[in-house]
């Protein structure tokens, strides 16, 4: 079966400091890969997908980047992290095929506290 | 046209009852329809998922009406339990080579025993 993993957990950073979030997904070839971020009680705001090897679109200018440099692996970072940063980053998954109601998977998220 | 409303923010349901989930959109390129669970701390977890091509769907205690002339989808779940108190999202995503969801904004759910 498939699973999604997530790591860390939770994190607080300092402004001004990297990033670097792993999203790694096992027991599926070439799935299309998503970054989320929740801010508190708010809906989900999709920040990069991924539908391939080093493929990755942007659906939110800002500090953040995505990186897809294995099949099943995801990375988001930056270089600077702002106060605005704070959320909880979801990363998720999906088959890839021809139709759209192929559900996507969610992991349990890093809850990132930015001081 | 991207976006999808969803209501109300937040809804207090006695033990027994029937909570009511609606959502609304715009785009008629949208040809999927999925409902999130999350649980305070979890990633959301699909509950239950529509085509525009069929106008229910039930699964368990979950049913989702869609109505396509209205551009409108509801989640009911009937008999809910303090068990089901959770934040609720309905998405909508279209066949393109992303498969992107679009997502409402979240109804928090509370199931009082």
């Known amino acids: 079966s498939q699973t999604i993993h997530q790591w860390p957990a939770t994190l607080v950073q300092p402004v001004g400091s990297p990033l670097s979030l792993e999203c790694t997904v096992e027991g599926t070839s070439n799935p299309n890969l998503y970054w989320y971020r929740q801010a508190a009680g708010r809906g989900l705001q999709l920040l990069f997908y991924?539908?391939?090897?080093?493929?990755i679109s942007s659906e939110v200018p800002q500090n953040l980047s995505a990186s897809r440099p294995q099949d099943r692996q995801f990375i988001l970072s930056s270089k600077k992290l702002l106060l605005s940063d704070s959320g909880f980053y979801l990363c998720?998954?999906?088959?890839?095929?021809?139709?759209?109601?192929?559900?996507?998977?969610f992991g349990d998220g890093t809850r990132l506290s930015i001081l | 046209q991207q976006q999808v409303k969803q209501s109300p923010q937040s809804l207090i349901v006695q033990k027994g009852g029937i909570s009511i989930i609606n959502c609304a959109y715009e785009?008629?390129?949208?040809?999927?329809f999925p409902w999130y669970q999350q649980f305070p701390g979890k990633g959301p977890a699909l509950l239950i998922a529509?085509?525009?091509?069929?106008s229910e769907k039930k699964e368990g205690r979950f049913t989702i009406s869609f109505n396509k002339s209205a551009k409108q989808f509801s989640l009911h779940i009937m008999d809910s339990q303090p068990g089901d108190s959770a934040t609720y999202f309905c998405?909508?995503?279209?066949?393109?080579?992303?498969?992107?969801?679009?997502f409402g904004s979240g109804t928090r759910l509370l199931v009082r025993p």
């Open positions: 529509i085509r525009p091509d069929v």
């Open positions: 785009n008629t390129a949208f040809d999927y």
């Open positions: 998720a998954w999906r088959e890839t095929g021809l139709y759209s109601n192929q559900p996507q998977h």
């Open positions: 991924s539908v391939g090897i080093g493929q």
């Open positions: 998405a909508a995503s279209r066949a393109d080579s992303s498969y992107k969801l679009i």
